[in-house]
Structures are given as structure tokens and as C-alpha cells.
């Protein structure tokens, strides 16, 4: 535990100035999304005082159209937010990568009835299925998260299919087939470890478009609904207040861009490091 604790710490040394701007930015992220409740001075749906209060000592960001304080509704909007688009990211990448993973390692009918299952679904457009599915279901969290999670599947496993056919190519899978290594074995042993490096990338990214398709969602009223807060919520409930040159609407939309942000810095040093290049 020591030898590893001791390498993890030279790793973050090294590190170069844009990583760790997004590692520090991303811990910030995980210390909201932990402690909203304890740091958020009212509850998320509180009325607290008259609408459109501005900032000031007693609401820092003042209040929404409903009297409710802007900080506390963006502090749970993050742990709201963060939530659902990790949960669904989680799910939708272990399928897309078990999913892609057997299809290229079987191959034969597997491959094509996998592929042009895939292919279908991807052909609809995300957000016309997401609005069909929720419209037909409900908008509770369990179905935004499936929806979400089934969209990020088809494009993981597009990925996974395609770097796995070209890891399978290779002499040392040749000679585990050959040893009589099992179809776990060849998955878990062989081909998963050398495909880490684009896997690394896709989640990063995967988990920026679900957190851009939740509050898409909840912008256009189908992802959670009153008085629970999310970014994409905020955006639309005090999007009038843009004309009155108010940054209200502004902060959740702003939470986003530097939470995406911090990702891809944080994702590209991973990638860089996985990757085994050298400076």
C-alpha cells in the first residue's frame, strides 16, 4: 500500500498544469456534489423571500421567479445532476463494452446481429428517442437514466467493437486460442488491457454528453421535473431574466462548460499517460 501510495503521489507530481486544473476543478465538483445539503443554506425548495431578489448578503445569488435562493438550488442541481448523468454513464458503458467486446471476440452472427441492432438504434436521432421513450413512460429518474444510458451504449460499443477486432488480429491472441484459453480469458486478459487507452477517453467524453443531454432534457421540460433542481431547470426557469441582463441563467449554464472542461483536461493526461507516450 505504501509502494502504491508513494507511486500515485509521483504520478500527480508530474503532472502538468492542465490536469491539474481539471483535477482540482473535478474535486471541487465532488465536494458539492457530497456535501450540497450540508452547504446549501436553504433547502432546494424553500421559498425563502419574494422573486428575483438580488445578490446581496442575505441570498448571495439571489432568488429565483418563486422566491427560492439561486445558491442553494444551484448547489443541489450539481449533486442532482452529477448523479443521474454518472448513473447513466456507468450503465451505458459497461453494456456498450460487454456488448462490443463479445460481438468482436465471437464474431460470426453474433457480430451481425449486434452491429445491426446497433446501427438501427443509432440511426434514430438521440433526442427524438429520449423525447419518445419519456413521453411514452414518464419522466421518473430511472427512465431518463435508462434512456440516457442506452443512447451512450450504441456509440461505446461502437468504439469497443472497432478497437477490439484489431487487438484480436494481433500473434498473442493467436497464441491464447491456441493454448486453449477460454472466451472469458481472451476478453478480460487479452484484449481489455490494450484497449484501455480509447476507453479512457470515451468515458470522459461519454459522461460530457450525459450531463449535456440531462439538462437538455430538463431544459425542454421531459428530465426531472419541480421543484427537484437541475442545471438544465435553472437554465429554462430564469431564462427570461436574459433580457433584463441578469447572469442568473448563466451560472448552471456556466457549471456545465467548466465542469466539461475540467473533464477533457483531466481526460487528456490520463489518455496521455495510458497511452505509454513519452515527452
Known amino acids: 500500500m505504501t509502494l502504491l501510495a508513494g507511486r500515485q503521489a509521483r504520478l500527480l507530481r508530474s503532472a502538468p498544469v492542465s490536469a491539474w486544473i481539471g483535477l482540482i476543478l473535478i474535486g471541487g465538483y465532488i465536494f458539492v456534489w457530497a456535501l450540497a445539503?450540508?452547504?446549501?443554506?436553504y433547502s432546494e425548495s424553500q421559498i425563502v423571500g419574494v422573486e428575483y431578489v438580488?445578490?446581496?448578503?442575505?441570498?448571495?445569488?439571489?432568488?429565483?421567479?418563486?422566491?427560492r435562493d439561486m445558491l442553494s438550488r444551484l448547489l443541489y442541481a450539481t449533486r442532482n445532476?452529477?448523479?443521474?448523468?454518472?448513473?447513466?454513464?456507468?450503465?451505458g458503458f459497461l453494456s456498450g463494452t460487454a456488448a462490443g467486446l463479445l460481438?468482436?471476440?465471437?464474431?460470426?452472427?453474433?457480430?451481425?446481429?449486434?452491429?445491426?441492432?446497433?446501427?438501427?438504434?443509432m440511426a434514430i436521432p438521440q433526442l427524438i428517442f429520449a423525447l419518445l421513450i419519456l413521453t411514452l413512460t414518464g419522466t421518473s429518474i430511472t427512465a431518463l437514466i435508462l434512456v440516457i444510458a442506452f443512447a451512450d451504449a450504441t456509440r461505446v460499443f461502437r468504439l469497443v467493437r472497432a478497437v477490439s477486432s484489431n487487438v484480436l488480429a494481433l500473434d498473442f491472441v493467436e497464441a491464447a486460442r491456441l493454448r486453449g484459453e477460454g472466451l472469458n480469458w481472451i476478453m478480460r486478459r487479452e484484449v481489455l488491457p490494450n484497449i484501455n487507452a480509447p476507453l479512457l477517453a470515451e468515458f470522459g467524453m461519454?459522461?460530457?454528453?450525459?450531463?449535456l443531454f440531462v439538462s437538455s432534457l430538463?431544459?425542454?421540460?421531459?428530465?426531472m421535473q419541480p421543484p427537484t433542481a437541475d442545471w438544465g431547470s435553472m437554465v429554462r426557469e430564469n431564462?427570461?431574466?436574459?433580457?433584463?441582463?441578469?447572469?442568473?441563467?448563466?451560472?448552471?449554464?456556466?457549471?456545465?462548460a467548466v465542469l466539461a472542461v475540467a473533464i477533457n483536461l483531466t481526460v487528456d493526461w490520463l489518455l496521455y499517460r495510458?497511452?505509454?507516450l513519452k515527452a
Do not use: K
Open 37 to 41: 445539503p450540508i452547504l446549501a443554506p
Open 218 to 223: 430538463s431544459f425542454l421540460g421531459l428530465g
Open 54 to 67: 438580488p445578490w446581496g448578503p442575505n441570498f448571495l445569488l439571489g432568488t429565483d421567479y418563486l422566491g
Open 103 to 121: 460481438a468482436a471476440t465471437i464474431g460470426g452472427w453474433v457480430d451481425n446481429a449486434l452491429g445491426r441492432f446497433m446501427d438501427i438504434a
Open 81 to 91: 445532476t452529477i448523479a443521474i448523468a454518472l448513473a447513466a454513464t456507468l450503465i
Open 206 to 211: 461519454r459522461f460530457c454528453f450525459a450531463i
Open 274 to 276: 495510458a497511452s505509454g
Open 239 to 256: 431564462a427570461g431574466l436574459i433580457v433584463y441582463g441578469e447572469v442568473a441563467p448563466l451560472l448552471p449554464a456556466g457549471t456545465i
